[in-house]
């Protein structure tokens, strides 16, 4: 019988099984982060005062000036690991794009709408908490004055759909990937993907409104 450790490679094929437990990992931790990064946000919506109050605690608990820093380098972390699977140059995208095409195959174009949101999200994500954190401390009328800008709105409403698509494919990608959604469970799954992604969009998108209608 042949042995594992007889097989060239399998040293690299446990690196990869680790990076890829690891780009999960953080994957999952971010999807956390934005769930709650949602809540919080649109707490705006019940009052502004909430929120300041929110941004407040994170604040007098040094969890907004050392959880902010943490949540960037573990979103560059997560991109880092899954850009060994995203093909840059333009042969290995002519190769992806046409199989999706070929394929017909939703989780084929899922993984393509995830590398072409991952792109916009690793920009336009890092220029929003580089300016947010760099701006301490996070008040309603210091956000909405952006909001009311016209390239910040324009900005957010591109950020916003691309991380909710991300969001909501990743977490049930990650389910796939994992066992947790089976073969039979498949179908429940995509519209529970489904109801995640216009949910997160509505509160955003109400909560943006907010943020441009606030005095
Ligand atoms: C480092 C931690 C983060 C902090 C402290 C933070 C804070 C904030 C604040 C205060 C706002 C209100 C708008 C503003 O002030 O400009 C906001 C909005 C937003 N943030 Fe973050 N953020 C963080 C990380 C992220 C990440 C990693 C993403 C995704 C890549 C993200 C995506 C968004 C989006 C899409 C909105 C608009 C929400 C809406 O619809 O109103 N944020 N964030």
Request: with cysteine; hydrophobic share 55%; net charge positive.
């Amino acid at each position: 019988m042949l042995k594992t450790s007889s097989i060239p490679h399998s040293g690299l094929s446990r690196t990869d099984g680790v990076l890829d437990w690891l780009q999960m990992l953080t994957g999952a931790g971010l999807v956390l982060f934005m769930w709650c990064h949602m809540l919080l946000v649109s707490s705006v919506v019940i009052s502004p005062k909430l929120m300041n109050a929110i941004a407040y605690f994170f604040e007098v608990t040094y969890m907004a000036q050392l959880g902010g820093p943490l949540i960037f380098l573990a979103f560059l972390f997560h991109f880092a690991l899954a850009a060994r699977k995203i093909p840059f140059r333009v042969e290995g995208q002519k190769t992806i794009w046409d199989h999706a095409k070929m394929l017909h195959h939703r989780d084929t174009w899922l993984w393509v709408v995830q590398a072409a949101t991952a792109m916009i999200i690793l920009i336009l994500g890092a220029i929003h908490m580089w300016v947010v954190l760099n701006d301490l401390p996070i008040t309603a009328a210091k956000s909405a004055a952006r909001m009311q800008q016209t390239w910040w709105f324009l900005f957010y409403m591109i950020l916003l759909p691309c991380v909710e698509l991300h969001v909501s494919v990743g977490f049930y990608r990650i389910g796939v990937k994992w066992g947790v959604i089976k073969a039979e469970t498949r179908p429940k799954a995509k519209k529970f993907e489904g109801w995640m992604f216009g949910i997160f969009m509505t509160i955003g998108i109400i909560t943006l409104i907010r943020f441009v209608t606030l005095g």
